[in-house]
């Protein structure tokens, strides 16, 4: 019996729809990462701020002269949106987007379900392996072996890819470490053993603690793109504001 092919209009109905989805997500859904207030002032002077960020050279409170104004604790200037962006990590071109304090949860939320669609998707690859190629190849004309093995060449690697960011930002999480900060830990952890001194990073109140910071205070959130916990990102918890913290590192 000849194998049915042709254009199908279900298929290309559900492909627009994905395509839809995805853009709309990409440009309308997912949240902005949090701009510094045109309005932010540090305030030396308030006690429930128990750290302030200066420059590396001078020890001047942080002042971006590309936005005009003061920049908040662990926030940065990226230069591709041309602001200065909250607890800014990175820059995501997969987002078209910067990935920073309003919107980090659900860009680890995106990676963490690519990682299981991804493998996923290789389970079924190599679940269909066990079929008899050979019969299929005839009925297809060989088609199918390429189709199985571009498909190997190209979830293989994004497999492998994805993992190695996820495990990155489980890290970072942990850590309660941006990617920028990680940089920057080195380098101070460099100068502060140079000049005999022990670097602790500020924002590291524990795992658990470090956890829900990011994901949120119920467990059985953590997998849902709910960020009503994160505040206005201006302050954030440090290792100074608990004693038992500071002692215990």
């Known amino acids: 019996m ?80 041309k602001r200065c962006v909250l607890r800014m990590d990175h820059h995501c071109v997969w987002i078209n987007n910067c990935v920073g304090h309003a919107n980090y949860k659900a860009f680890f939320i995106f990676v963490v379900y690519a990682v299981i669609s991804c493998i ?59 990617t920028i900060e990680y940089h920057e830990g080195v380098r101070a952890l460099w100068l502060a053993e140079k000049g005999g001194n022990i670097y602790k990073h500020p924002y590291n109140i524990g795992a658990y603690e470090n956890l829900t910071t990011v994901l949120g205070p119920s467990i059985f959130c953590w997998l849902c793109p709910l960020s009503t916990h994160i505040g206005a990102g201006l302050h954030f918890l440090t290792i100074y504001d608990n004693p038992t913290i500071t002692s215990s590192k």
């Open 120 to 178: 996923y998707s290789l389970v079924l690859l190599v679940g269909s392996l066990t079929v008899d190629p050979e019969k299929d190849d005839q009925q297809n004309g060989g088609f199918s072996r390429s189709i199985y093995v571009i498909s190997g060449l190209l979830l293989i690697p994004l497999n492998v890819a994805l993992g190695v960011l996820l495990g990155w930002h489980i890290y970072l999480i942990l850590q309660n470490k941006t």
């Open 2 to 81: 000849k194998q049915a092919s042709g254009f199908s209009v279900p298929v290309a109905i559900v492909v627009l729809a994905i395509i839809y989805i995805y853009f709309s997500t990409l440009f309308v859904f997912i949240d902005d990462p949090g701009s510094v207030p045109s309005t932010y002032m540090p305030n030396i002077e308030d006690a429930d701020s128990t750290i302030h960020e200066i420059k590396r050279k001078g020890g001047d409170l942080r002042y971006c002269r590309k936005c005009s104004h003061y920049k908040p604790p662990r926030a940065h200037h990226c230069r591709i949106c």
